[in-house]
Nanobody, 123 residues
Framework: QVQLVESGGGLVRAGDSLRLSCAAS????????MGWFRQAPGKEREFVAA??????YHTDSVKGRFTISRDNAKNTVYLQMNALKSEDTAVYYC??????????????????WGQGTQVTVSS
């Protein structure tokens, strides 16, 4: 049984940093595409970042501020978020799946999801 458990969310001020963690069990993160998505109130779930093979991918709005990384020994994926803005406020979800490069930005491409962690950035 696959489980993805996110942690690290919270309430911070604009300009602060947070690091989200996604601890996986039932699968090996090194063998799957691992993604981070977010969903703000009233909005659709959107792609934030992904790690597939040895490559990372970030949506334009977070490039230079957010970094996805992976610790194979801990079977955990991270999202380091720096210079947070109020528009980053959302529930952040970790996802895993047998994705291909052309579809890793699409939520429906992922097979498993975590429960989400709230990130609130106050201005």
């Amino acid at each position: 049984q696959v489980q993805l458990v996110e942690s690290g969310g919270g309430l911070v001020r604009a300009g602060d940093s947070l690091r989200l963690s996604c601890a996986a069990s039932g699968l090996t993160v090194n063998n799957y595409g691992m993604g981070w998505f977010r969903q703000a109130p009233g909005k659709e779930r959107e792609f934030v970042a992904a790690y597939k093979g040895g490559s990372t991918y970030h949506t334009d709005s977070v490039k230079g501020r957010f970094t996805i990384s992976r610790d194979n020994a801990k079977n955990t994926v991270y999202l380091q978020m720096n210079a947070l803005k109020s528009e980053d406020t959302a529930v952040y979800y970790c996802a895993a799946g047998r994705v291909i490069t052309s579809t890793l930005r699409t939520a429906s491409s992922y097979n498993w999801w975590g429960q989400g962690t709230q990130v609130t950035v106050s201005s």
